[in-house]
């Protein structure tokens, strides 16, 4: 059982409303991404690092940030939530280099702009 | 680029049926493959994985074959239990990612009925 944490399970807010979705894993893992997954299920990599004060884009375009101050610690901010955002967000980690390694998935924040 | 496509769902079968989920990739080299799966409400967890042409993961009564001839890696369970009612993720990551990003097929949802 991966221990990663996201928190809220559930967020319904205002349009231009500043948020934090908070990640945070015990594993000590180095490598730490977001999805975004949309309704109809398709998974999308929106950020990802490599470590402490890394922080990369990801293959989809999107307007939140994120920061790396801690190992344990990836949590993505919207500064100005819009209902385009609503959208179910999932943090991952994984070990290592080796690229066979798996993925350790969080059970996602699901985020409703209304 | 990258690209993972799968069979769309979703997939109704009766309890004991046998199950086939087709996965085919495109990729430069030897991508590591792997199958994910999402219960309800959860994060995505591996189910299996193969690193190399010709392997076979297994877990909990589902194979797949890493088949580089067809560029497939297609899912299959003998006999499939309501409990395996999810969605299930084909996925690769590439030969040469030292970041050890996955990309993701689009999913396909299992429902399984009694």
């Known amino acids: 059982e991966a221990d990663i944490y996201q928190t809220p399970r559930y967020l319904v807010i205002g349009t231009g409303k500043k948020i934090t979705l908070e990640c945070s894993q015990t594993?000590?893992?180095?490598?730490m991404y977001w999805y975004q997954q949309d309704p109809g299920m398709e998974l999308h990599l929106i950020h990802y690092s490599y470590g402490v004060n890394s922080t990369e884009k990801g293959d989809l375009s999107s307007e939140s940030t994120v920061s790396r101050i801690r190992t344990e610690h990836f949590p993505l901010t919207l500064e100005s939530a819009r209902p385009s955002h609503t959208s179910q967000y999932l943090c991952?980690?994984?070990?290592?280099?080796?690229?066979?390694?798996?993925?350790?998935f969080g059970n996602g924040t699901r985020l409703t702009v209304t | 680029g990258n690209s993972v496509t799968q069979m769309e769902g979703p997939v109704t079968l009766s309890e004991e049926a046998f199950l086939t989920i087709n996965c085919t990739y495109t990729a430069t080299g030897y991508p590591s493959l792997f199958w994910y799966v999402q219960y309800p409400g959860e994060g995505l967890q591996l189910l299996l994985k193969?690193?190399?042409?010709?392997d076979k993961g297994s877990n909990k009564g589902f194979e797949a074959t890493y088949r580089k001839e067809t560029t497939s890696f297609h899912l299959e369970k003998g006999s499939v239990q309501v409990s395996d009612s999810a969605v299930y993720f084909c996925?690769?990551?590439?030969?040469?990612?030292?970041?050890?990003?996955?990309?993701f097929g689009g999913g396909t949802r299992l429902m399984v009925k009694p």
């Open positions: 594993m000590g893992h180095d490598k």
């Open positions: 996925a690769l990551s590439p030969s040469n990612n030292a970041g050890n990003m996955l990309t």
């Open positions: 193969a690193t190399k042409a010709d």
């Open positions: 991952a980690s994984s070990e290592g280099d080796w690229v066979g390694l798996p993925l350790h």
